[in-house]
């Protein structure tokens, strides 16, 4: 089994359903020659031309819309976006469209677009290029939202968004393109939907996903001697594996979710709020997330906002503490 980064992975979940089948477009800024904004798309143009690799004008709304009538008559456009906080530009076209389609046309169409975009901080971006903003779209009935942790989840859960008959949002830490790791040489697919155990454990169930699915792992390794730390992947935001994770928190008792998105209406709430309706006894539970404040460009600001291997330590530590203690972490 070959070794690839990140990038590389999804370039050839790109490249592989771009071979076998003609109508799987790809549709953005910079992404021909230039080979988009973080190379994800680097010799595509060359391979497959520039009516197949289509570089569009800087409108972000424009690229949307136009990727979803692609999709009506037929095609399967692919649209990356230079970086997730420029989606907030195409909002009207991908959540009051492109979701809401099939459902107000009784089922007649299709709609299989998937919307691609790097995201999160650790680079000095600044708060319009840093954020970590998958809750609006899981909060989007009619979308999936698609976020890989590895090379391989990259490459099958890629492929499986392309050959969806509905619009996936497809999200990709900037943290984890030079990440390398053992790919599958041929084509396969991921299930949507379907979270990943990392690592078994019984003490205390964590839950992330994405980059931090990564500080998860090194917490638990440093934490091994003395806490049993069981980690889910979640790989799909929405919808939730609601099976897997309540099977782990029934297990463990106790739960700590990692994200990078704010910790208001994030993600990790919904989590939390899945665990305390359907458990009884409910278990202690915290979180750590992104502090609730626009990133700031000064790498010492930025590294205290976001979260880090401590943060998640610290939160584990605290949902070992007998019930009633808090187990919740802000940032």
């Known amino acids: 089994m ?4 990140f990038r590389e992975a999804i370039r050839d979940a790109l490249a592989g359903e771009m071979e076998r089948d003609g109508r799987v477009v790809l549709m953005g800024e910079d992404i021909g020659s230039y080979g988009g904004a973080f190379k994800v798309t680097k010799g595509l143009i060359d391979r497959f031309g520039p009516d197949r690799v289509i570089e569009t004008p800087i409108s972000e709304n424009t690229i949307a819309g136009a990727a979803a009538g692609a999709a009506l008559v037929g095609l399967r456009p692919v649209v990356e976006f230079m970086f997730m906080d420029f989606m907030a530009l ?22 299989p677009i998937v919307y691609r975009a790097p995201f999160g901080g650790g680079y000095g971006y600044g708060a319009s290029h840093s954020q970590a903003l998958e809750a609006w779209f899981a909060h989007t009935p009619g979308l999936k939202v698609v976020i890989p942790a590895t090379p391989a989840a990259a490459k099958g859960l890629l492929t499986a968004a392309i050959r969806d008959d509905g619009p996936v949002v497809f ?18 697919e991921l299930p949507i939907g379907e979270a990943r155990m990392v690592r078994a454990g019984s003490d ?14 090194e917490a638990a390794r440093r934490l091994a001697n003395d806490i049993s730390v069981e980690i889910v992947d979640l790989r799909t ?12 928190v029934r297990k463990t008792t106790r739960l700590v979710v990692v994200e990078d998105d704010c910790l208001a209406g994030g993600i990790g709430a919904e989590v939390v709020a899945m665990a305390a309706e359907s458990l009884v006894p409910a278990a202690p539970v915290g979180r750590v997330a992104c502090a609730d404040v626009p990133l700031p460009c000064c790498e010492t600001l930025e590294r ?8 998640v330590e610290a939160a584990i530590r605290a949902a070992m503490e007998p ?8 940032a």
């Not at 076209?93 to 299709?110: D, E, L």
């Not at 935001?237 to 782990?248: E, H, N, Q």
């Not at 019930?323 to 802000?330: H, V």
């Open 204 to 217: 205390v169930t964590v839950v992330a996903y994405g980059r931090t699915v990564w500080l998860a792992v």
């Open 90 to 111: 195409a909002m009207d076209q991908i959540c009051n469209h492109a979701a809401k389609m099939s459902y107000m046309y009784g089922g007649r169409c299709r709609v």
């Open 323 to 330: 019930i009633g203690e808090p187990a919740g972490i802000r």
């Open 171 to 188: 999200l990709e830490h900037k943290a984890l393109y030079n990440l390398e790791g053992d790919v599958p040489e041929s084509e396969f």
């Open 304 to 311: 205290a906002a976001l979260p880090s291997v401590e943060k």
């Open 237 to 248: 935001v929405a919808p939730l594996d609601r099976g897997t994770l309540l099977a782990s």
């Open 2 to 5: 070959p070794r690839m980064t």
